[in-house]
């Protein structure tokens, strides 16, 4: 739903934008389409997906419900990424909605070339409209360079590598806990060090998947003084557009550092 709300920004009232995921409580991983979904996608004239082997269904769909007419922007594509990429999490990415929303405005152009103009302009202002969390990623990177990070999972690693945090969680350990599989028993022990002896300033873990062992880590945070931020894979709704939401993320990360005060959720 975070590339609903670019769209819908960009298509203003000659477009009606709906998302295909947006439940904060599921995981998007293990999401599944239902015949909706297919009824949905097949009656679209534009689609965004990820890509990334994030949103493979759609893939899927878009094979049985054919349309030599409907645009899709693959964001994997349009930046540009190998399959490979290892953290599909691209649109905590701050270069990730500037070349999305130009590309949204560029195929509503082509499906409706008499708002061209006004799509470009909306473009431009969302666009623009981003500045405010771009100057905040860029202060935090100023003024707390190299802070030292512990996380579950690359949900918000883009935004972390951007604001010059250090992430000391192991990638392995990321990558188990995304995919759904028990981490080394190694891996569990460092990541325990982290806390125990202190060797970082924030615990960031997705809020919309918790188990015990995610659960354990935030109780050893807590115990150990050390402040922890929710970070959500998809956009919390209602109340946030995909600025406010970036925004809301790295002032919780800011707060973190500079007051040690938690935000679990937002």
Request: proline share 6%; no cysteine.
């Amino acid at each position: 739903n975070e590339y609903t709300s670019v769209i819908q920004q960009v298509g203003g009232r000659y477009v009606q934008a709906s998302a295909i995921m947006s439940n904060p409580n599921t995981d998007p991983h293990t999401f599944e389409a239902s015949a909706s979904v297919a009824r949905e996608v097949s009656g679209a004239q534009l689609v965004v997906q990820n890509g990334v082997g994030y949103d493979t269904f759609m893939d899927s769909i878009e094979k049985a419900v054919p349309d030599s007419s409907r645009k899709l922007i693959n964001v994997q594509k349009l930046l540009g990424l190998p399959d490979s990429t290892p953290n599909p999490h691209l649109w905590y990415k701050p270069s990730t909605m500037p070349a999305v929303a130009n590309a949204v405005a560029s195929d509503l152009a082509a499906l409706q070339p008499a708002h061209a103009a006004y799509f470009r302009a909306n473009a431009k202002s969302f666009i623009a409209s981003l500045g405010a969390w771009n100057q905040a990623v860029a202060a935090f990177r100023q003024q707390y360079p190299g802070t030292a990070v512990a996380v579950t999972e690359p949900v918000a690693d883009y935004l972390l590598q951007a604001a010059g945090a250090s992430i000391q969680t192991p990638w392995a350990f990321q990558a188990d806990i995304m995919n759904g599989t028990d981490p080394s028993a190694q891996d569990v022990a460092l990541q325990r060090n982290l806390f125990t002896q202190h060797k970082v300033k924030v615990f960031l873990y997705n809020q919309q998947v918790t188990d015990t062992l995610t659960q354990s880590y935030i109780s050893l945070a807590r115990a150990n003084g050390i402040p922890v931020v929710g970070v959500y894979e998809t956009m919390p709704t209602p109340g946030y557009t995909y600025q406010s939401w970036m925004l809301a993320e790295t002032k919780a990360l800011q707060q973190a550092v500079a007051s040690k005060k938690s935000t679990e959720k937002l």
